[in-house]
């Protein structure tokens, strides 16, 4: 071989050398891999709520309009999910979510009102009272043993409470409510009966008779200038209704009237000396 062709050789050696230490050692090495946690928010309100992240990375997002979130870029690790909005709760409260090795989806939430109405119904009857909700929200409930009531899981907003109960009328008959930024309590009403007694008394004298009720329900009432006479806010039941007025006897001497879904008129009496 001449010296020539040994230089040659020489270099192509060395240049396959340098080429193979390049090829193994000085190249840059892949990124690390990386994942997403996802999921929705849905119920009362969805989109526009606050999601963050806590744990192996932090982060804070907002959900679409169709309530979805998502946190992507993340390495493997512990993480806590959290929603949050003003005026309303979320179940779960947040989500503990491991990532290894893949995304993690379905990290879904679901939210409700923070705030409530309550009150009471007092009167002829308290319990077994139901009281409906509507406006902002509506519902249904039913007075407990108490009479007491509420509505939770409300949202800021607008509202009318109304009690119901066949036989009975309510006092106010329904209540406007405002929610904002708080529970309202003392949302109250009164029941009474919706029926009545009515009658006139005639005869020698009518006016200035007294007339008392006595049985389900006890009042006392005095005939007006033309004999007549009213009880009223009265629940189903049997009553005895008695005039009197010293110096007089009447026909009849009293009178049962039964109360049964319907105000009862004309129970009248003639007066005599």
């Not at 379905?106 to 009857?125: C, D, H, P, R």
């Not at 406007?176 to 309202?184: N, P, Y």
């Not at 006392?220 to 009197?244: E, H, I, K, M, Q």
């Amino acid at each position: 071989m001449t010296r020539s062709s040994m230089a040659l050789a020489l270099a192509l050696t060395t240049l396959s050398v340098a080429c193979s230490s390049s090829s193994s050692g000085g190249g840059s090495q892949p990124p690390p891999a990386t994942y997403g946690i996802s999921g929705t928010v849905s119920g009362l309100v969805s989109a526009g709520v606050t999601v963050s992240l806590t744990g192996a990375a932090t982060a804070s997002t907002t959900t679409d309009a169709s309530g979805n979130y998502s946190f992507t870029g993340l390495a493997n690790g512990a993480y806590t999910v959290t929603p949050s909005l003003a005026g309303y709760t979320f179940t779960p409260a947040n989500a503990a979510v491991t990532v290894s090795g893949a995304s993690v989806t379905g990290k879904n939430f679901t939210s409700t009102g923070a705030y409530a109405i309550s009150g009471t119904v007092s009167g002829a009857v308290a319990a077994g009272v139901t009281v409906s909700l509507s406006g902002a929200a509506t519902g249904s409930t039913t007075t407990d043993a108490a009479g007491a009531y509420s509505f939770t899981g409300l949202a800021n907003g607008a509202y009318t409470v109304t009690p119901s109960l066949g036989g009975y009328t309510f006092a106010p008959v329904n209540a406007a409510v405002t929610v904002s930024g708080a529970d309202v309590t003392g949302t109250n009403f009164t029941s009474i009966g919706a029926y009545a007694i009515s009658g006139t008394v005639s005869g020698l004298v009518s006016a200035g008779v007294t007339v008392t009720l006595s049985g389900a329900g006890g009042a006392t009432r005095v005939t007006d200038a033309s004999g007549n006479y009213s009880f009223t806010g009265l629940v189903n039941g049997t009553y005895y209704v008695t005039p009197s007025l010293a110096g007089y006897a009447f026909s009849p001497a009293s009178a049962t009237v039964v109360v049964a879904g319907a105000s009862v008129t004309g129970k009248n009496f003639t007066s005599t000396g």
